[in-house]
């Protein structure tokens, strides 16, 4: 059985981690701490661990980190590249440019995009896509120029009826 004053730490009950995607000067600065308490080039044990904890972020993204700040040293770099591979290389890729998807929405027929499942389905381009392009460009409108008919003599004779009852229930 442990005794009271020795307290077992795990690493979630001090950081609850998250996975998590480290800015250029997060990553400068857990370097640069790494640097402060290494020793002749090399770390102490649990550094790794300490440093993951104090970001909170897994100890292999800060293993990784160093291996690439010391490779990049190694190779003859002035100064240790610690900025992230990320930029640029994520996220889904784009398919088609904003103004591929204007041009071919604009040579559908008139008639054929009076609403955005037609349009969809004349243009061959996602619905969803055609949200999002409206959304982020703006330069995409939906329009809309249709006069409305007039009323019926059978949907007068009902809106009066509506009207008057509102007359009956009151007292007038």
């Not at 290389?89 to 037609?118: F, M, W, Y």
Request: net charge positive; glycine share 4%; hydrophobic share 40%.
């Amino acid at each position: 059985m442990p005794s009271a004053s020795r307290a077992t730490v795990t690493s979630s009950a001090l950081s609850p981690r998250r996975p998590r995607n480290l800015s250029d000067v997060d990553r400068r600065m857990i370097y640069e701490r790494l640097l402060e308490i290494s020793v002749d080039g090399k770390l102490p044990r649990g550094a790794f661990v300490k440093a993951a904890l104090h970001v909170g972020c897994h100890a292999r993204t800060i293993s990784r980190l160093w291996d690439q700040a010391r490779a990049s040293i190694a190779a003859g770099s002035a100064v240790a590249d610690t900025s992230a591979k990320m930029k640029g290389n994520c996220g889904p890729k784009v398919k088609r440019q904003p103004s591929e998807i204007e041009a071919t929405i604009k040579a559908v027929a008139h008639h054929d995009r009076q609403t955005l499942r037609s349009t969809a389905f004349h243009s061959k381009i996602p619905k969803t896509i055609i949200i999002r392009h409206m959304a982020k460009e703006k330069t995409l409108k939906g329009r809309s120029n249709r006069v409305k008919p007039l009323l019926t003599e059978y949907n007068k004779k009902a809106r009066l009826k509506f009207a008057f009852n509102f007359f009956l229930r009151s007292g007038l």
